[in-house]
């Protein structure tokens, strides 16, 4: 089992800049691809925002699918509000990210020649 404190990542108690949340996030995903237990350790933690969640927790399931996240992933040592505040973060990320799949899956199945063309014109770009 791997821990991830997040403050020995962020250097402060303060959790709220972006930049830090990007720091915990390539440590979360770092651990998540090398180990099948990963606790997300909040002790210590003074004042935590919902962007920086959103940075740190909920782009995870722009990467890894829910249920890995829910077998894999444990916080602990989090306040009553910064849990709810958490559970919120998560819902709205797991919505957003199967609302982005969902609507790719649409144009691959009813727009196939569409998307090609994007392809096409993505490549000319580069």
């Known amino acids: 089992m791997n821990i991830i404190r997040i403050v020995d990542i962020v250097g402060s108690p303060d959790c709220t ?3 830090d949340a990007r720091k915990v996030l390539q ?3 770092n651990a998540l691809r090398e180990t099948q237990q990963v606790t997300i350790s909040f002790s210590g933690v003074e004042d935590l925002t919902p962007r920086f969640l959103i940075v740190a ?3 995870l399931y722009s990467e890894f699918p829910r249920a ?3 077998a894999k ?3 602990v ?3 009553q509000d910064d849990l709810a505040l958490l559970k919120r973060v998560v819902e709205r990320a797991r919505e957003f ?3 982005k799949s969902s609507k790719l ?3 691959i199945r009813d727009e196939p020649e569409l998307l090609v063309e994007k392809l096409r014109q993505y490549q000319l770009e580069m």
């Open 17 to 19: 800049v972006p930049e």
């Open 27 to 29: 440590a979360i995903t």
């Open 57 to 59: 927790i909920g782009q």
């Open 68 to 70: 890995e996240l829910k």
């Open 73 to 75: 992933l444990r916080v």
């Open 77 to 79: 040592e989090i306040s």
């Open 97 to 99: 990210f199967l609302t």
């Open 105 to 107: 899956d649409e144009i």
